[in-house]
C-alpha cells in the first residue's frame, strides 16, 4: 500500500476527498500530508445543507493530526467555498476538523483524553503543543459539551460555595443532585450570584425545579425566595449544614472551658480537640482510652458533645411530625444547658426550623455538592490554583461538569 493510500485510512477520509501527496521530513520529525479533492463534486451549504458546485477555495490551511510512529503529523488543504443563493459565500464543512480548529478530530479527542488525566502544563508536554493551545482545546471540549448538553434544568439541585483564594474569595456552584455534577459557576457568593442561573432559565422554567438543597447563608434563600415559585416548600437546609453549626459550638464550649481549667493549672483538656470533633468509630484505641477517661471527667465540653451527638437522631425519623417532637425535646434541653455557644447554636437552627423539617419530604443532603466541592479543590490544587478565573471555571466544567466532550463526530477513537 504506498504512503496515499495509507494516510487516506489513517485519516479516516472518503471520497470526495483525497490525499494528494505526503511529505516526510526525518530533521524535523514531521510528516505532512496534503489533501484534496475530486473535480466537479458538490458541497453543502453550511446553513441550509443544500449542494452547490465549488465557487473558490480559501487559503491553505494546516491541522494538527495524530502522531505517526513519534512522527508529528499535519494535515494541509485548502477549503472549498460554495456560493449559496440565500447564505452567500460559506466554506463546506470539513469532515475531519470543526470550524475554526486547528487540529484534527481524532487529536481534540486524544487532548480531551490527555487533559483529564493531567494538568494543562503536563498535557501541553505530552502533545507537544503550547500551554496556550492544551488550555484552548479545553475551553473548546467545554464549549462543545455544553452546546451538546443543552439547557436542560435539573428537578433537584444543590447550592454551595467554594472559597477560591484568601480574602473571602468565593464561587457560587449549583449541582445537579441527581447526576452529581456541576451546572452553573458564579461569581462570589450574593444573592445575584446564585439568582443569575434562575433568571437564565425564566421563572416559568424554575417552577419545574421540586428541591432546592442549601445552607442557611440569607443570600442564597432570598435568591431561591425571589426566582423559584413556592420557594419555602422546595428549600431544604442541609443536615452537614446544620451539624457544623454545632460542631463549632462544641469547639466553642471546649476552648472556653479550657481557658478556664488552665488558669486553675489543670491540663485536662489539653491536645483535646479531635477528640470531640471526631467520630468515636474512627479513632484509634489509644484515643478512645483517652476520650472515654474524658467522658467520665464531668466536663462542659462533654455536655455539649453529647447535646451534638443526639441532634444526629434528627435525620432518623421517618416523618417530620415525629421529628418535631424530637426537635422540641432537644431545643428544651439545649437552651436549658447553660452553655451559651449551644444556647447560640440551637436558637439560629431553631429561626431556620421549617426548612430543616422539609428534609423528610424530600430527602435531600448537599453531599453531592461537597463531594463536588472537594473535587474541584483537587482540580484546583493540581494546577497550583487560577490566577484567571475564567479558565478555573472553564476547569470545573470540564472535570466535574458531566459533559460529553468530544467531538460529534468521534466515538471510541473513530471518525463517523
Not at 148 to 155: F, M, S, Y
Not at 215 to 227: G, K, V
Not at 302 to 311: C, D, I
Not at 332 to 341: D, E, G, M, N, V
Request: hydrophobic share 40%.
Amino acid at each position: 500500500m504506498e504512503s496515499k493510500e495509507l494516510y487516506r485510512h489513517l485519516l479516516g477520509i472518503n471520497e470526495p476527498w483525497t490525499v494528494e501527496r505526503v511529505d516526510l521530513d526525518m530533521t524535523q520529525g514531521r510528516v505532512d500530508v496534503y489533501v484534496g479533492h475530486t473535480k466537479g463534486v458538490r458541497f453543502a451549504c453550511p446553513e441550509c445543507r443544500q449542494e452547490h458546485p465549488v465557487y473558490d477555495h480559501s487559503a491553505e490551511r494546516v491541522w494538527r493530526h495524530l502522531d505517526s510512529c513519534q512522527f508529528m503529523t499535519y494535515l494541509h488543504a485548502s477549503p472549498p467555498r460554495v456560493s449559496c443563493s440565500e447564505h452567500g459565500v460559506r466554506q463546506a464543512r470539513l469532515p475531519w476538523a470543526d470550524e475554526g480548529s486547528r487540529f484534527t478530530h481524532l487529536f481534540e479527542a486524544l487532548a480531551v483524553n490527555v487533559l483529564l488525566a493531567a494538568n494543562i502544563e503536563r498535557a501541553a508536554g505530552l502533545l507537544r503543543i503550547s500551554w496556550d493551545q492544551a488550555w484552548h482545546l479545553m475551553e473548546r471540549a467545554v464549549l462543545r459539551g455544553r452546546a451538546a448538553k443543552g439547557d436542560a434544568l435539573p428537578k433537584q439541585i444543590g447550592v454551595d460555595e467554594k472559597a477560591i483564594a484568601k480574602g473571602h474569595q468565593y464561587m457560587t456552584l449549583v449541582c445537579d443532585l441527581d447526576r452529581a455534577t456541576v451546572e452553573y459557576v458564579g461569581e462570589g457568593r450574593r444573592e445575584e450570584s446564585l439568582a443569575a442561573y434562575f433568571k437564565a432559565f425564566g421563572t416559568e422554567r424554575c417552577a419545574g425545579i421540586e428541591a432546592i438543597s442549601l445552607d442557611m447563608w440569607p443570600a442564597f434563600i432570598n435568591a431561591c425566595r425571589e426566582n423559584v415559585l413556592e420557594a419555602d416548600d422546595k428549600m431544604v437546609f442541609d443536615r452537614f449544614h446544620i451539624m457544623r453549626h454545632i460542631v463549632e459550638a462544641v469547639d466553642k464550649v471546649r476552648k472556653q472551658e479550657h481557658k478556664a481549667l488552665m488558669n486553675e493549672g489543670n491540663n485536662t483538656l489539653v491536645n483535646s480537640k479531635y477528640l470531640w470533633l471526631t467520630n468515636p468509630s474512627n479513632m484509634t484505641d489509644l484515643a478512645k482510652a483517652r476520650f472515654k477517661e474524658l467522658q467520665s471527667s464531668e466536663l462542659a465540653t462533654g455536655r455539649a458533645w453529647a447535646l451534638k451527638e443526639v441532634l444526629r437522631e434528627l435525620w432518623n425519623y421517618t416523618s417530620a411530625a415525629w421529628a418535631l417532637k424530637f426537635w422540641k425535646r432537644w431545643y428544651f434541653w439545649a437552651t436549658h444547658s447553660r452553655l451559651q455557644p449551644m444556647i447560640d447554636a440551637a436558637k439560629l437552627i431553631a429561626r431556620h426550623l421549617p426548612n430543616v423539617l422539609t428534609y423528610f419530604k424530600h430527602r435531600i443532603t448537599n453531599a453531592v455538592a461537597e463531594g463536588l466541592n472537594s473535587k474541584i479543590a483537587t482540580v484546583q490544587k493540581r494546577a497550583c490554583g487560577f490566577r484567571n478565573r475564567d479558565h478555573f471555571k472553564i476547569a470545573i466544567y470540564f472535570h466535574c461538569g458531566g459533559l460529553d466532550l468530544y467531538p460529534a463526530q468521534v466515538t471510541h477513537g473513530k471518525v463517523r
